[in-house]
């Protein structure tokens, strides 16, 4: 068993909390938040648990050998620091910093004092996105063309971060995690700040992939419906990951095929004489085995911690989809809230409605 401490137990921390205590392999030494009313929560709910306001003791105790980390983003790289340079085995929530340099200083931390660093991609470890990359790996949906994915709510608005640092790592992970963490070609983005100056309430991310591979990624905390859904469309086949249904995968054995026809001067090859063959056969919903992502994540970084298991939410995905997420948010006038003319046009315009 390893001394495992968290830091954080807020939004997501009790869910983390929950799963290291249930888990056999690792004992939870104590526990590290700011608000007493969150300390209060650990008391009552374990109260073998030790409970502290001060996070930096829990990096510097020499009992615990891992951290976990589920505070606000803007913490993570110092915690995350504080803990490599302690010795400590991190385990940090998603994003795992806010640029790829801080990322980098992590990883160099993490390599010099020979420690596991691993950020918390927890849908990496669904079941179901598994049994897609399975299908994609293997060749079924045929050659890729393109990935759409939507991440809708009414709420939980923000002002740490924007929709886009909020939701879209869920889906870049994913994506990358599908296409074997790619570098893109491009990345355009358009964001539009409705609510608080400044932090984008909506936001559609478009990525260019080699292989003309296109992914498109909506995410909003302003829409009416809960939708937490990614289309992947192959040459053979397409496929509808819905993680709010009861069946979260659907298979479209569906597609257009080109079917060559003999022209008048035997050139049934070419272009202007193809037609297409619209094919739409069965859809086949598999049986996907239930388990928690969650306990796979944390049953995952003790793998790595204790034997070494190569981290599939490791140093190089985290730095894949930080990146994104980095020159996404790079000053552009694709985001209208930084474009001074176009946030003028803009007003004009509403004024003249």
């Known amino acids: ?33 700011l608000s007493e009313e969150r300390r209060e929560f650990v008391r009552t709910q374990y109260p073998a648990i030790q409970v502290t306001d001060d996070i930096d003791a829990l990096c510097r105790d020499p009992e615990i050998q891992a951290l976990v980390i589920a505070t606000p983003v803007q913490t993570h790289f110092d915690l995350a620091m504080k803990a490599l340079e302690n010795g400590k085995h991190v385990l940090v929530e998603k994003p795992l910093a806010r640029s790829v340099s801080e990322v980098e200083i992590l990883e160099q931390a993490a390599k010099k004092n020979n420690l596991t660093i691993m950020v918390g991609h927890t849908f990496l470890f669904n079941p179901a996105v598994r049994y897609v990359k399975d299908l994609i790996d293997t060749g079924k949906l045929g050659d890729l063309r393109y990935i759409y994915s939507q991440r809708l709510n009414l709420g939980r608005i923000r002002s740490d971060v924007d929709a886009l640092w909020n939701f879209a790592p869920h889906d870049i992970s994913i994506i990358q995690y599908w296409l074997n963490d790619p570098e893109p070609v491009s990345i355009i983005r358009r964001g539009i700040d409705y609510i608080q100056p400044g932090i ?11 292989d003309k591979v296109m992914a498109n990624i909506h995410v909003s905390w302003l829409d009416p419906t809960r939708i937490r859904s990614m289309i992947v469309v192959g040459s053979k086949k397409m496929v509808i990951y819905d993680d709010t249904a009861d069946n979260k995968i659907a298979i479209y054995d569906k597609g257009i095929d080109r079917k060559a026809v003999l022209g008048e001067n035997m050139d049934f090859d070419q272009q202007s004489f193809a037609t297409y063959d619209y094919r739409s056969g069965d859809v086949f919903l598999p049986k996907i085995n239930s388990q928690e992502p969650l306990k796979l994540e944390i049953d995952h970084f003790i793998d790595c911690v204790q034997n070494g ?7 190089l995905h985290a730095k894949r989809v930080v990146g994104i997420l980095e020159r996404a948010s790079a000053p552009s006038e694709n985001r209208l809230s930084e474009a001074p003319h176009l946030r003028k046009n803009h007003e004009q315009l509403q004024t003249y409605l």
């Open 1 to 33: 068993m390893i001394n495992i401490a968290q830091a954080g137990v807020g939004y997501w921390g009790p869910n983390l909390l929950r799963n290291l205590v249930q888990n056999k392999r690792c004992a939870v030494h104590s526990v590290a938040d």
């Open 200 to 210: 984008d309430d909506v936001v559609f991310l478009n990525i260019m992939y080699s």
């Open 309 to 315: 298991t190569e981290c599939i939410t490791g140093i």
